[in-house]
């Protein structure tokens, strides 16, 4: 157990290092591109204006608004996005998955969702209900929810046909049935969509806001942008990146294996 346990930091431990010089790596190029072939900091800034950029957005100071104020609205438009998203595809898809007429029904519109692109959503719903919160949410929802239905279909329909019929024998209860035999074959497939679906939702709701909402990470790198400034741009790249990442390892990597135990089982 206790070699076990050493085996398993010691190749933590090397991971991290290799992530650390991959790091330090595209730092030094990056410093020689701009020192020597890159000489117009406001195009093309040295990890030095990066930082310094970095240290004032995490000190609150934002091109519009205090950056603390533009990050809640931003992820206020995410959680709720990725809210009513997650819970309408994973009803769909369970339903889906375990109705064939149904799935055929949905399943148009469900790649229809998929295909078009989150810009397009966008301006549709500035042209009907103007700026405001409502616009990144409904486009983020729209495009996150078939996302989410449809891996989720799938395991709908990978529910072992002997465990359904083992539940059907004993007179479980629907509850029973759905609780104790659908769901934790399910699990899986919810945390893995849950996982993609929040990694694309960062990318897509900044996007929504560079388009005219007035409050919000992409507001303020609208306003960079605009400026020519792109040492704050590349910082507030660096924040989301990195916000991206932490969730990533600290959320949904945990959650998906530890509902993937009962498949080891």
């Known amino acids: 157990m206790i070699r076990t346990r050493f085996s398993v930091q010691s190749t933590s431990v090397r991971s991290f ?22 000489s117009q900091a406001r195009l093309f800034p040295a990890p030095a204006d990066v930082w310094d950029a970095l240290v004032d957005i995490l000190g609150g100071e934002g091109g519009t608004q205090s950056t603390y104020a533009a990050t809640f609205a931003t992820l206020k438009r995410l959680t709720i996005a990725f809210g009513i998203s997650f819970v309408v595809g994973c009803v769909v898809g369970v339903v889906a998955g375990r109705r064939p007429l149904f799935f055929e029904f949905v399943s148009t519109p469900m790649w229809v969702g998929m295909a078009v692109p989150s810009i397009v959503w966008v301006f549709v719903f500035v042209v009907i209900l103007g700026t405001g919160d409502t616009v990144p949410i409904l486009a983020l929802s729209i495009l996150l929810a078939p996302n989410i239905a449809v ?20 007179h479980a209860t629907p509850y029973q049935t759905v609780t104790q035999v659908y769901i934790p074959q399910l699990v899986p497939y919810f945390a893995s969509a849950a996982r993609v679906a929040f990694s694309l939702g960062v990318k897509v709701v900044v996007i929504a806001e560079v388009v005219g909402i007035e409050h919000g990470i ?48």
């Open 17 to 38: 290092l290799r992530s650390l010089s991959l790091v330090l790596v595209f730092v030094l190029l990056w410093y020689a591109s701009t020192k020597f072939f890159f």
């Open 151 to 170: 891996p989720v279909a799938e395991g709908s329909k990978a529910i072992s046909r002997h465990l359904s019929e083992m539940a059907t024998a004993y």
């Open 218 to 265: 992409g507001y303020e790198l609208n306003f960079w942008f605009t400026a020519i400034q792109m040492a704050p741009v590349a910082a507030w790249g660096i924040i989301l990146m990195t916000f991206g990442v932490m969730v990533d390892k600290l959320l949904f990597s945990p959650l998906e294996r530890r509902a993937k135990r009962w498949q080891v089982a």
